[in-house]
T-cell receptor, first 119, second 114 residues
């Protein structure tokens, strides 16, 4: 398995532009998470999905952020408009829900992240 | 609400010496505890977990962690540190009532020197 795949690896954009980050979870995983990592705030959970349905988006900073999961193999995190304070590394992670077979480790598999710089 | 505390931003150890990275947690019900490691410009990698059973769990790369319920701790240990262990280490917890949400600590930078 190729693991959790995120694209792009690096993104540099100007303030005010729309940014879309992409994630392909591990095949068979039915839970997906978006995290943001900064020096100041550490690792923050933004939103997570179970079976493509958003369960908890309380970590989404504000209305400029939105996330979708149209199917089991793809998710996007969109920032519109972007601001310099959004600069961070954004991680996607996936896992299998307990009781649904597959991975029973109860842990997550992380992607390599997208480093976003908003100038 | 569930939470994790990693009281040390950085731990410095000489190669060959034992290392400990501290973690305490707060959850409702029984905890599911994890350690992850992050190397520069990489995602988090799973090291080990405690779900139930023996309080001493062994994981990848010679690391182990001891679950202490009375002290609500889950410290990461290794008997003999290597320079290649230098990385950022995260403790994480999910409570029985915490749904599917894994809460991470702020991370501890481990530096192993010759």
């Amino acid at each position: 398995d190729a693991g959790v795949i995120q694209s792009p690896r690096h993104e540099v954009t100007e303030m005010g532009q729309e940014v879309t980050l992409r994630c392909k979870p591990i095949s068979g995983h039915n839970s997906l998470f978006w995290y943001r990592q900064t020096m100041m705030r550490g690792l923050e959970l933004l939103i997570y999905f179970n079976n493509n349905v958003p369960i908890d988006d309380s970590g989404m900073p504000e209305d400029r952020f939105s996330a979708k999961m149209p199917n089991a193999s793809f998710s996007t995190l969109k920032i519109q408009p972007s601001e310099p304070r959004d600069s961070a590394v954004y991680f996607c992670a996936s896992r299998s829900l307990p009781g649904t077979g597959g991975d029973l480790d109860y842990g997550y598999t992380f992607g390599s992240g997208t480093r976003l710089t908003v100038v | 609400a569930q939470s994790v505390a990693q009281p040390e931003d950085q731990v410095n150890v000489a190669e060959g010496n034992p290392l400990t990275v501290k973690c305490t947690y707060s959850v409702s019900g029984n905890p599911y505890l994890f350690w992850y490691v992050q190397y520069p410009n990489r995602g988090l990698q799973f090291l080990l977990k405690y779900i139930t059973g023996d309080n001493l769990v062994k994981g990848s790369y010679g690391f182990e962690a001891e679950f202490n319920k009375s002290q609500t701790s889950f410290h990461l240990k290794k008997p003999s540190a290597l320079v290649s262990d230098s990385a950022l280490y995260f403790c994480a917890v999910r409570g029985e009532g915490g749904g599917n949400k894994l809460t991470f600590g702020t991370g501890t930078q481990l530096k192993v020197e010759l």
